[in-house]
Each structure stands twice: as C-alpha cells, then as structure tokens.
C-alpha cells in the first residue's frame, strides 16, 4: 500500500498574512486625530486627573482627591498614567488601542489552537475586533476581553494536558483581568464552571484550577467590599436594573457585534464572516477532521455559558452600580467563539475558505478610517477651541444639536458612527487641559469629586441658561442662541466653525 500523501502546505503564508491584517486594522487609530468613540474622552480626563493631581497649573486637586486603590478599571488608568510620562495623552489612548487591535486576534488564536482547531480561523478575529464596544469607547473592556480569552486557553490546555504552567498563567491572567474590567472576569468564571462539568471525570485537574481561580475571587470580593466601605462606586446593597427580552436580545445580536457606522458595510463584513465559518461547518469534511467528540463539547460548553450570561444579565443597572451597557457586550464575545466551532480540512486549497474573511478584514478597517478621518475633519473647530482654553480652567461644553439623533437612545445621528459620539464631549477639556469635567464618570479610581460645579441635566444643552451653570470660567457653545451671545456676563473668546469659546465675566 501507497503511504497516505500529506498535502504540501506553505508555513510562512499564515504569519505574512496575520502581520499584513495587523498593519491595515491600526490604519483607524493613526490616520487621523479624533476617533467617534462615546467613552473614551471621559475616561482619558480620569487619566488626566490622575497624572496632574499634584500639579497646580491643572487645578484638578480643587474639585477631586486622589483615590488609587486595587479595583476594576484601576490598571486601564495606571496604563494611561504611565504612558503620560512619555508622550500626550491621546497617544498614549491611541497605543492603548494598537496593544488591544494586536492582542485580539492573538488571543483568539492561543483558544482556537487549545481547541485542536487550525490557527488559520483566527483570521476571523480580525474583522471581529471592531464591535461596538470599539465605538463605544470600552478600550478597558476591550483590552481585558483579550486577557479572557488568553486566560480561557490557559484553562483549557491545563485540563487537557496537566502543565503546571498553564495553571500559573491562568491564576496570573485572571487576577490582572479583574483589575482591568469585571465583566470579562465574570465570563471567565461561567466558562470555567461549564469546562468544569465536561471535564468532570477529572475531578483533580477541575479542583485545581478552580484553587488557581480562586485568588482573583477573593481579591474581586475584597474590592466590592472596600467600595461599599468607602463610598465609591458599590453604593448600597438595593439591586434595580433593566432586562431585554429574548427575542429582542437574539434580533439584536448581529447589531452587538459589529453596527459601527451607518450602512450596509459593517453588516456585510460581518455577513461574510459568519458565512465562512457556516459553511466550514456544513462542510461533511470540516467535521470528520474534528479531533473527537470532546473538542467540540468544551466548544459548545464555552458557548453555552456566554449564551446563558447574554440572556440573563440585564441591560442596565442602576443599583447598587451605575452600570449602562451590561448584556450588549456579550454578543462581540460570543461572536469569536464561533470561529472555533468549524474544524479545516486538510489541503492548502481548504484554506479558500479564509477568502471572503480576508476582504472583510480589509475592508472594514479601511472603511473605519475613512468615516473616522471624516468626524475628526467636522470636529477640528472644537478641538481648536479646546486647546485654546487656558490650563486648568473649569470649562463647560454644550453640544447644542448634537446629543440626540432621530433613532433610539444610542444614536446621535452622527453620519460618521452609529454609536453617540457626542454624550461625553463635556470631558475633552479636562482630557486635554485639566481643571474639572461636569459630568465625569464616579467609579470611585483613580479620582473621587471633591466639589461639582452646578452644571444643567446632561441631556438638556439646548435649554441652557447661565443661571444653570454659573461658576464655569469658560463656556465652549455649539451654535449659541442670540441669548447666549448677547448675555453680558459672557465674553466671545474665540469662533471656529459653528463653535463659540465664551469667558465668563470676573
């Protein structure tokens, strides 16, 4: 008998395309200076709070007291914190999203690959790493998303194989996760408790590394506990939220992953994705290549955790945390998961199926940055005003116009994102230049409100009057009424596009 023929493969085409997907996914960050992305100048004036605490010229010690203590978030601001000593803040936002872009799909290869599956369905997270947690500005979800996943395959090596090394970077993993972000942290748990009960014959190995989890629970546990103590961001003990039901959680699920801008662009990239590895999967070989039943039940266990964690966890909490966005960040987890469901037939000429993937990373990247570059073109007037207002000055920011769009409560009918980019635009000055943010996030690190300002309902900057706010140094208005301009207690400062820099009389 003839030995069986292995087909040729090509082992530098996987590691030249990844580099190449690599380098078009970082276009979004660097083409341009502003990003359309909801959170992320609030949480960069937090950053800034920290950095400037001491220095005078910031003013920020007049309204905030320093609070660094371990908590979630609390690593996502340290790192911003360090890299401030090195370059501007918004690059150090910027490398932030770069680490997060190249992380991604790299820790979705190191889950595929604990799963027995090729390392060439890992392409699909490409595409898949521009969710909407991307346009929501979540760059400390999305970073410890990455860790999750790093940490999942950890724990799926170790109850394969025993190595004690996995159980260390596993404990390791998940301790640095909880300091990032809860939520993934919290998915980590579920998933382990699923791998659990299909590696139940193995009762050692589960012990194990429920005993390496166990040190990011206790540190978890000792942080809500000191929140409440103190004050911060655990308030008391009455649990309100806000649930979907499941058939609109399931509608929704495509738009969780990847509605980033208006458009059919993102939805077809996505269609393309999810096509490929449908058709991997109705593929009779893809299945025959399965390394055995037991891969595929740690896959389904995987998923069925995540699944059961969209569907119960609510969409918003209001207490004892003020947590917005909770169940809508699980879609863009599950949806990498799926990659590992399919197995690839042996062959180069197998590996076609990676095509329509390919284009989908390469278009959408692209795509992104032009509707980016397009925002930050429409948005240069404020950020020159913005830079304009003397450091440290108390500077409120009235998006006239902007905060609400014709759809639901997400969009602000911004041609360049689907997301509402504008709800925190009131924190670029203290972003860029210090002093103090009207409605700042209180998360409890790395800064807690020492004095607030009378500011007007953050919703309501049509409606403003100086009588709503009357202690801010500076006014940065878009659009002023006549009122507006002619209020004597307030001088024009500056103009540039529809936005007017007022100072307010001594």
Partial sequence: MEPQRVPRTRPHALPLLWIALTVVALVPVWSQRLLPMLDTPNHLAMARAWHDFHDPASHVARFYTLHVRPAPYILFYASLHALMFVTSIEVANKLLLSA????????????????GRSPWLALGAFPLAFNQAWIYGFTAHLVAVCLMFFA????????????????????????????????????????ALALGVVHRREPRRVAAAALALAPSGALMAAMTYAARRDGGFVRDTEFVARWRDVPTLLTEFPRRVADLFPGSTDTLCLAAVGASVLGLCLTRGAFLAWRGEFERRQTLAILAAMLLA????????????????VSGRLPAMIAPVLLCLPALPPGDAARLWALPIVVAALVLPLNLSAVARDFDRRCAPFMRLVERIPRGAPTLVLARGMMR???????????????????????????????????????????????????PDWFAPDRFELSHAPDFDYYLVRAPTDATLHEPRLTVTARDGDWVLFRRAP
């Fill in 152 to 191: 999942l395959a950890a724990l799926v090596r170790y109850l394969r194989d025993g190595a004690r090394r996995e159980l260390v970077a596993l404990s390791s993993l998940a301790l640095v996760l909880c300091l990032w972000h809860v939520l993934p942290w919290g998915v980590l748990g579920l998933c």
């Fill in 310 to 325: 969209y569907v119960c966890l609510p969409w918003e909490i209001r207490h004892p945390v003020s947590w917005w966005y």
């Fill in 405 to 455: 769009g014709s759809g639901s409560e997400e969009k602000s009918g911004d041609p360049a994102t689907s997301g509402p980019a504008y709800w925190h635009f009131s924190a670029w000055p203290m972003a860029l230049r210090g002093g103090c943010a009207p409605y700042l996030f209180d998360i409890g690190v790395p800064v807690r409100a020492r004095r607030r300002l009378t500011a």
């Fill in 100 to 115: 997060y872009l190249v992380a991604f799909p790299l820790s979705i290869r190191a889950l595929v690959t604990s799963l």
